[in-house]
């Protein structure tokens, strides 16, 4: 069965830095997407990083210098360092997987999903 758990997140002051981790079950290919996405209260989901099943790695523009990807070589676990936190970055962050070999930031691309990690960031 596959599913998907964040951890990770928590409450930091703006510049702050936190790691989300994300652990990945039930995939039995390594050729899948990945991604992390976010969710802020009366917002719509949005991308904040989508990684094809080559590595091609794809980030949003509102994040980009500030958070990396990052996974282990079997692709049990995946991670999102977030450095220099903003409080506009304060969401819902979930990670999601398909099988797909290219992929990258529209929500409908994924049909497996985690439950999310809370992320706030104060000023």
């Known amino acids: 069965q596959i599913h998907l758990v964040e951890s990770g997140g928590g409450s930091v002051q703006a510049g702050g830095s936190l790691r989300l981790s994300c652990a990945v079950y039930?995939?039995?290919?390594?050729?899948?997407?990945v991604a992390w996405f976010r969710q802020a209260p009366g917002k719509e989901r949005e991308g904040v990083v989508g990684?094809?099943?080559?590595?091609?790695?794809r980030y949003a523009d509102s994040v980009k210098g500030r958070f990396t990807f990052s996974e282990d070589n079997d692709k049990t676990h995946l991670y999102l360092q977030m450095n220099s936190l903003k409080p506009e970055d304060t969401a819902m962050y979930y990670c999601a997987a398909d099988y797909t070999q290219f992929c990258g930031l529209g929500t409908h691309e994924y049909t497996y999903w985690g439950q999310g990690t809370q992320v706030t960031v104060s000023s």
């Open positions: 990684v094809s099943s080559d590595g091609t790695t």
């Open positions: 039930g995939f039995t290919y390594l050729t899948f997407c």
